[in-house]
């Protein structure tokens, strides 16, 4: 659920995919605040955006859908933080963007079997890096002081109303992206009250001391430890995994869970999940067209692996810790489309 910063750097780096064969549209805008509720709204390609008190409305050519602010923003600030990423994010069962590293298709009802039947789906390709700039603009404008659509509910402020402020120093927060490992020299610092991550409320009984580590001579800066527990017991964001330690194309992405995961993720590749604390459900649902498939209640030291062709959403009474394990290989994808990988990691 979290991709190494170095991960698909551009279309130099790897061919881009382009399943549906679509051309790059642009005509991208940002039109004045409304006069009465003073947000202002968005245009890439034939999407438009706008929101008032209570929803947001995403227009296209085929249809006008509607979403609760709330759960838009939370939505908006994953596809933002994460750099649209690994396969689709369904912002609901209607809207959503495909990731195609470097180019990224979005979308209304692609991934809806009763959309794409009526033939109201609709779908347009962008530049990446010019459709984030759109949605950073749009997550900036619409988040009202005091709002974090990072934040559990019971941490935040409201979504709603007229524009009031803004939050921005909550939705530019950069996400954990360690080259080798949390706490090595010169890499991503261990989380302290000193550098602004006290405990949250729900993991005070979680054991903050920190294993010693006694390097050989000449091995200090190479040699490493921390207590991994202590580190998630002082995330200030929910559902955000982190890139924690490197391994060539292994990564672990842990994380904090409360609430609502607030997309449904489908994979372009197996992902594992470790349940380190507390318990989490999942509904699982087919990728393409969100037919139901399975319900997973995952409780602490269950291990589970998601298929690359579905879509996930979690839920968390109590907040819980994830580890989540990517293999981040930029080819995966594409082996998979042409049958050259499994869509799942274990057959028996």
Not at 5 to 31: C, K, M, Q, T, W
Not at 159 to 170: L, M, R, S, V, Y
Not at 209 to 236: C, I, K, M, T, W
Request: aromatic fraction near 12%.
């Amino acid at each position: 659920m979290a991709m190494k910063e170095s991960a698909f750097a551009g279309s130099d780096a790897h061919e881009i995919a382009n399943p549906r064969g679509l051309p790059l549209s642009g005509n991208f805008a940002v039109n004045p605040a409304d006069n009465v509720t003073g947000y202002k709204s968005f245009q890439a390609g034939s999407f438009s955006f706008k929101r008032d008190e209570y929803f947001v409305y995403v227009t296209t050519p085929t249809v006008t859908h509607t979403m609760p602010a709330d759960s838009f923003l939370r939505a908006l600030m994953r596809d933002v933080a994460w750099g649209f990423f690994y396969g689709t994010v369904n912002f609901d069962q209607v809207f959503g963007t495909t990731n195609y590293y470097g180019e990224v298709d979005m979308f209304t009802g692609a991934m809806n079997e009763a959309y794409v039947d009526a033939g109201r789906a609709f779908v347009e390709r962008f530049k990446a890096d010019q459709l984030m700039d759109i949605f950073k603009q749009m997550i900036s404008d619409w988040t009202n002081e005091g709002y974090d659509p990072f934040a559990a509910p019971m941490e935040t402020g409201t979504p709603w109303g007229i524009k009031n402020g803004d939050n921005d120093e909550a939705v530019k927060r950069e996400r954990v992206t360690a080259r080798r490992m949390v706490g090595l020299p010169g890499d991503t610092p261990v989380r302290t009250d000193e550098n602004g991550y006290p405990i949250n409320r729900m993991f005070d009984d979680v054991v903050q001391d920190q294993p010693e580590v006694h390097a050989a001579p000449g091995f200090e800066h190479e040699v490493s430890a921390y207590n991994l527990f202590a580190y998630l017991s002082r995330s200030d964001v929910t559902w955000n995994p982190s890139v924690c330690s490197v391994v060539k194309d292994s990564l672990f992405c842990p994380t904090s869970e409360e609430y609502i995961l607030p997309v449904e993720h489908g994979n372009d590749r197996c992902e594992w999940f470790i349940q380190l604390s507390d318990e989490i459900t999942w509904n699982v649902k087919d990728g393409l067209t969100g037919r139901p498939k399975a319900v997973i209640h995952a409780k602490a030291g269950d291990c589970c692996c998601m298929p690359s062709d579905i879509r996930h959403q979690g839920f968390s009474a109590k907040r819980s810790m994830l580890l989540v394990w990517e293999n981040g290989s930029p080819k995966i994808p594409q082996m998979i489309r042409d049958g050259q990988a499994p869509t799942v990691a274990v057959a028996f």
